[in-house]
T-cell receptor
Framework: ETGVTQTPRHLVMGMTNKKSLKCEQHLGHNAMYWYKQSAKKPLELMFV???????ENNSVPSRFSPECPNSSHLFLHLHTLQPEDSALYLC???????????????FGEGSRLTVL | DQQVKQNSPSLSVQEGRISILNCDYT??????FLWYKKYPAEGPTFLISISSIKDKNEDGRFTVFLNKSAKHLSLHIVPSQPGDSAVYFC?????????????FGTGTRLKVLA
């Protein structure tokens, strides 16, 4: 199993649909992240979960709803999205704590979302 | 306002030559810097990092230089290989209780010509 896996890799949805992105990490890490990558923009941090608790929510619209049921799984629930939400959504994990070094991020391959 | 800037969106280099990718930052509180490499249809992969207490870190063909007074870092790839063609992201982090908050640049697309 690769370190961080994301499904689906591609998703096309209408503005009224409800869908979810899934992320699973097999690295034994204790923190998970959602990033958004839009064309010609920096990677934008959306949410951070540390030990299954949300520790960061970067002013993300409520139409994006994260869920972290355990330290290995992270979901991003999507509803009533807008066309400008079309982007690559990247999941990442890291190990946080005194013996973890500096917690480099390990990314999944991303879910390419298109909102029509 | 972007705290981490990669002002060159693209760079082309001949195989065997040196590739130099630049990154500037504005926040003097940043204490750790990383470079990530991204191929199309893949997620970014960690390449090399440097702590603010150092000014150079080397790993094989990759060397990162940090100039704190100029708030500038650079990634040198010597010799460049066609397989190095990818988008390179610079990232910086500052101490944040409970987690690491990484701020990314917009990336530089490197093309190594055979």
């Amino acid at each position: 199993e690769t370190g961080v896996t994301q499904t689906p890799r591609h998703l096309v949805m209408g503005m009224t649909n409800k869908k979810s992105l899934k992320c699973e990490q097999h690295l034994g890490h204790n923190a998970m992240y959602w990033y958004k990558q839009s064309a010609k923009k920096p990677l934008e941090l959306m949410f951070v979960y540390s030990l299954e608790e949300r520790v960061e929510n970067n002013s993300v619209p409520s139409r994006f709803s994260p869920e972290c049921p355990n330290s290995s799984h992270l979901f991003l629930h999507l509803h009533t999205l807008q066309p400008e939400d079309s982007a690559l959504y990247l999941c990442a994990s890291s190990q946080l704590g005194p013996d973890s070094g500096t917690g480099e991020l390990f990314f999944g391959e991303g879910s390419r979302l298109t909102v029509l | 306002d972007q705290q981490v800037k990669q002002n060159s969106p693209s760079l082309s280099v001949q195989e065997g030559r040196i590739s130099i990718l630049n990154c500037d930052y504005t926040n003097s509180m940043f204490d750790y810097f990383l470079w990530y490499k991204k191929y199309p249809a893949e997620g970014p992969t960690f390449l090399i990092s440097i702590s603010s207490i150092k000014d150079k870190n080397e790993d094989g063909r990759f060397t990162v230089f940090l100039n704190k007074s100029a708030k500038h870092l650079s990634l040198h790839i010597v010799p460049s290989q066609p397989g190095d063609s990818a988008v390179y992201f610079c990232a910086a982090s500052c101490p944040t209780p409970g987690t690491y908050k990484y701020i990314f640049g917009t990336g530089t697309r490197l093309k190594v010509l055979a």
